[in-house]
């Protein structure tokens, strides 16, 4: 744990969100106080069979618990709220988030029971309010959610502004971001320091606008004729809005497909949000309405094999079946890592003959984080002493500390997660690093990726299983044939030449273990384990985990 805890300094500490994109968890430390700025998730790959979600691992602040003075979410991103369900009841923090964030926040409570224990402090756009020694204030921003903030946190070294996710829109369809102006009056009162989103960085255009976007879905879904099936993601309110906008203009039917799809609607209307939204048709009757009637929006645009979408391509969604010219559009970025699936999913789409459009076709998606013009724009209006990029991988971070660097920001620093960086006074400074890991989970627990559940089952799945069941008398002699199971190794079958193998070994190994050792149980465990080991690996080039138990029968002769 750190070891540095210089009362007079202003420090910058990632836990996560740094060399990756997702599961942001950012600290800041003022008068010996902590405080932390989002408690995100990630999805886990294919690299970690049997886990769903991996957070950053808390344990440097859960041990200065009291200290932490309060959680402040920017917005209500997977990426930046989805671990509070499962780390927040280490922390015991006040929780602080704007109505939509709080909203989500609250229903992901619930499913964990623990909306009662929770102290979550709902705060208005726009609210300023005190946690600790920092004065924090929510600045609303465009993003692809509805209430993306950032925050100028005021400390008695300076102001941070804590961009949190952006982008710049003038024709935001949902809110009200602030503007060019404001930015830069905030720019004026001197920022000491900015935290930034790095995500977009080598996009050398301007995001764009949802309103450029709603005009040409508008236009795209006018032209069609058979069905349209929209993908996106749930969370963003604002294409729900222009989605459901064109189901007016263009006298379709609306209907919403996936979970998410559907929780995101009901928090959204529940602060206020989607206001004019039409009647969402029952999913039962999408088949009854008539094709060039029907508008499906529905999750699922990263090829996810559980979503909606998926399943209605493979011909698995009961109450939707897409013919030959009907029209599915990805109003969604690939993300890194998912062309895999989403390639599956559009070749099962395009087998049918149903038309896709992606983002690469037409018009149809705008990012929600900031490219190089948007940066220099902030960068312009801000003017910070110090430029931290974050959430990014350690090539997005370095591009966005070079373009800060170009645009005039006097000092840079590149964090990566486990860096104690000091701000102020005579910052930034890399001043102490801490533990910074990653749990997952696993089921129903929380564990450390590091822990041996986690590791063991890596290994079964590579190498496979053996467990091997001795049964010894008193003196060691195997009273029946060793029991064995094998899973998943390769060229195991019930008398083949490997058991065999494994048999012979076992019993040459217990004929070699003197008279004393073969009354160690644990001895000959560990003797046969590792001779077993050895012969699988000779016949086959793979180590199976290997488990040997000894069942001591004392009473037979
Ligand atoms: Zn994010
Ligand atoms: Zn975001």
Not at 156 to 169: A, E
Not at 202 to 207: G, K, L, Q
Not at 279 to 301: A, H, N, W, Y
Request: charged share 25%; glycine share 10%.
């Amino acid at each position: 744990m750190s070891g540095y805890s210089k009362k007079d300094d202003l420090l910058f500490l990632p836990l996560g969100g740094c060399g990756e994109i997702g599961m942001n968890l950012n600290l800041y430390c003022c008068d010996g106080k902590w405080l932390m700025v989002d408690l995100g998730m990630t999805f886990a790959g294919e690299n970690l069979p049997g886990i769903e979600l991996i957070f950053p691992d808390p344990a440097f602040i859960v041990g200065k618990r009291r200290d932490l003075v309060g959680l402040v979410l920017t917005h209500g991103h997977e990426d930046h709220i989805g671990a509070v369900p499962y780390l927040w009841p280490q922390l015991g923090c006040p929780i602080y988030a704007t109505p939509f964030t709080a909203e989500l926040v609250r229903r992901k409570l619930v499913e964990r029971n623990l909306l009662d224990t929770a102290d979550i402090r709902e705060m208005e756009l726009g609210a300023s309010f005190e946690v600790g020694p920092f004065g924090i204030s929510y600045i609303s921003m465009a993003h692809s959610i509805a209430e993306g903030t950032a925050l100028r946190i005021e400390t008695r070294h300076g102001i941070i502004f804590h961009t949190g996710d952006w982008k710049l829109d003038e024709e935001a369809i949902v809110g009200t971001p602030a503007s060019g102006e404001e930015l830069s009056a905030l720019g004026d009162e001197g920022v000491l320091a900015m935290i930034g989103d790095s995500t977009n960085v080598f996009n050398t255009r301007a995001s764009g606008s949802e309103t450029a976007v709603a005009k040409s879905l508008k236009k795209i879904i006018g032209q069609k004729t058979g069905r349209v099936v929209v993908t996106t993601f749930a969370s963003n309110v604002a294409r729900l809005e222009t989605v459901g906008r064109i189901a007016g203009q263009t006298g379709r039917r609306l209907a919403l497909l996936g979970r998410s799809m559907r929780r995101i609607h009901e928090a959204a209307k529940a602060t206020g949000y989607l206001r004019d939204f039409p009647e969402i048709l029952d999913e039962k009757r999408m088949m009854d309405v008539p094709r060039d009637k029907l508008l499906v929006l529905t999750t699922g645009c990263q090829g996810e094999p559980r979503a909606a979408l998926n399943r209605i391509a493979a011909g698995d969604f009961r109450s939707l079946t897409l013919s030959p010219d009907d029209t599915v559009i990805f109003s969604s970025k690939i993300i890194p890592g998912n062309e895999h699936p989403i390639g599956a999913l559009i070749n099962r789409l395009v087998l049918d003959d149903v038309e896709v459009i992606t983002e690469h076709d037409a018009f149809v998606h705008v990012s929600g984080h900031p490219g190089q013009p948007e940066l220099r724009d902030m960068y312009g209006w801000i003017r910070p002493q110090i430029a931290i990029p974050v959430h990014g991988e350690a090539r997005h971070i370095k591009r966005h500390a070079e373009l800060a660097k170009e645009v005039g920001v006097p000092r840079t620093l590149r964090p990566l997660n486990g860096d104690v960086i000091r701000l102020a006074p005579d910052g930034p400074q890399l001043v102490d690093q801490v533990p910074a890991g990653r749990l997952v989970l696993d089921g129903e627990k929380v564990l450390s990726i590091a822990s041996e559940p986690i590791a063991e089952r890596r290994r079964m799945l590579f190498a496979g299983h053996l467990g091997v069941s001795l049964a010894l008398n008193g003196r060691g002699k195997l009273i029946v044939p060793a029991a064995l199971v094998a899973r998943g190794i390769p060229g195991w079958a019930e008398g083949c030449a490997l058991e065999e193998d494994v048999r012979r070994t076992i019993g040459e190994t217990l004929a070699g273990l003197g008279r004393r050792n073969l009354l160690d149980d644990l001895v000959v465990e560990e003797a046969v384990r590792v001779a077993v080991r050895r012969i699988l690996r000779q016949d086959t080039g793979k180590k199976p985990v290997t488990v040997v138990r000894v069942l001591r029968i004392t009473d037979l002769k």
